[in-house]
Nanobody, 120 residues
């Protein structure tokens, strides 16, 4: 049984930072893809960043230079360091996992429950 659990969300002022964590159980993703998506109510879930086999990374344009995705295989955890946060980063953030990366949510089989990020 695969379980992904996110943590680290919260409320922060514009310009601040947060670090999201996603810890997996029942799943070892060191050779797979882990992604972070976000969703605003009423809008589609969008890809923020992903990391493949621990080192190949992708970022959507709006977060390049501000967000960093990384993973700790020993802890089976993937992180999303978010700096210089903007109000438009406000969303529910979800981590996802699968064998290969995809730019769309349908490409990932496993999902966490989400963690809310609010930037004011």
């Amino acid at each position: 049984h695969v379980q992904l659990v996110e943590s680290g969300g919260g409320s922060v002022q514009a310009g601040g930072s947060l670090r999201l964590s996603c810890t997996a159980s029942g799943y070892t993703y060191s050779r797979d893809c882990m992604g972070w998506f976000r969703q605003v109510s009423g809008k589609e879930r969008e890809l923020v960043a992903n990391i493949y086999t621990g080192h190949v990374t992708y970022y959507t344009d709006s977060v390049k230079g501000r967000f960093t995705i990384s993973q700790d295989n020993a802890k089976n955890t993937v992180y999303l360091q978010m700096n210089s946060l903007k109000p438009e980063d406000t969303a529910m953030y979800y981590c996802a996992a699968d064998s290969f990366c995809s730019a769309v949510p349908a490409g990932f089989r496993y999902w966490g429950q989400g963690t809310q990020v609010t930037v004011s």
